[in-house]
């Protein structure tokens, strides 16, 4: 384990090492991983599990990627644009339940121009004032991003789905820039936003090789939040007839991403919890600390599929907060709806 050892002392390990981290499971086997992830995620976060309310608002989006059902191209996706009155009464709602971050999720849709979404955010902040807001629509200016984070925005996901440039330019179109995205990323960055990376596990033309890249990339950035899923496809996209990403390898990723980012937030995601009926929990067991429940109105819901199958009941169901307190329990985990803002931790101020 002298690797491991390494990253915990904070060394930044070359592409060659985390790729033997990642292949190597004779050294490095999964459970040991997981436990170590976990332990690590239990004296930064304890057994807290933040519960983020997901509004997912428009499904319109100008982007052509390969992998995702919200493609311009999909002519069979159902498409909507919550108003903001509907997006103002979820957060309400939702904040009267007790969630204290609101993740406004989206196509990167033209209709929502700064002069619309900055007002927004400024009123939900004034709604919800203990609240924090989390936005998630994709590559601005930054100007744009400078204009949300004085409304009032306090974090932006944007992943980077791979940080392999050859990789990247074979799951989007041409007119898409990696190094924009990654331009973007250190822009939020620099704004002070908490900042969300992160990449698909298993998508076509991955290997272990890109997720290396992704390991150097993640160490390189610090972002504040990582999103992990496995690759799941929808049959309306280029990537119809392509295979699942293993869950196995995800929950590897998640654990690799907790030991190299100790007080990263990692959600469990939604396509982990549709690949596999345990997923979610699995997550927080491979070291794992967040689930953003759906608060979106249902009959929306199921119009928002940037893969197929995708899970919008049960644990994902933001109205359905004593199911998922109930269930976090269970499974030794205290979901809480408090803010939950990232702890800045160094490596060397712990003994993992
Ligand atoms: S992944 Fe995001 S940017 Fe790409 S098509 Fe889907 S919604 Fe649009």
Redesign the pocket.
Known sequence: MDLIRRVLDGASLSKTEWLSLICDEEAYPDIALHELASSIRDKVYGRRVFLRALVEFT?Y?????Y??????SNGLAERYRLTPDEILSACSDGYAAGFRTFVLQ???DAYWRDDRLVPLVRMIKQSCPEAAITLSV??RSRESYRALREAGADRYLL?H?TADSVHYSLL?PAD?SFGNRIGCLRTLKELGYQTGAGMMIGSPHSSAETLASDMVFLQSLKPEMVGIGPFIPHRDTPFGSERMGSVELTLRIISLVRIALPSALIPSTTALATASSDGQIAGLDAGANVIMPNITPVRERKKYL?YDGKKITGEEDGYNLAGIMERLSLAGYEGTLERGDFISVAASQHSW
């Open positions: 499904s989006c100008r982007n052509d990627c992998y995702c059902g919200l493609r311009r989206g196509g990167e994709g590559e992943r789905e989007h898409m940037l």
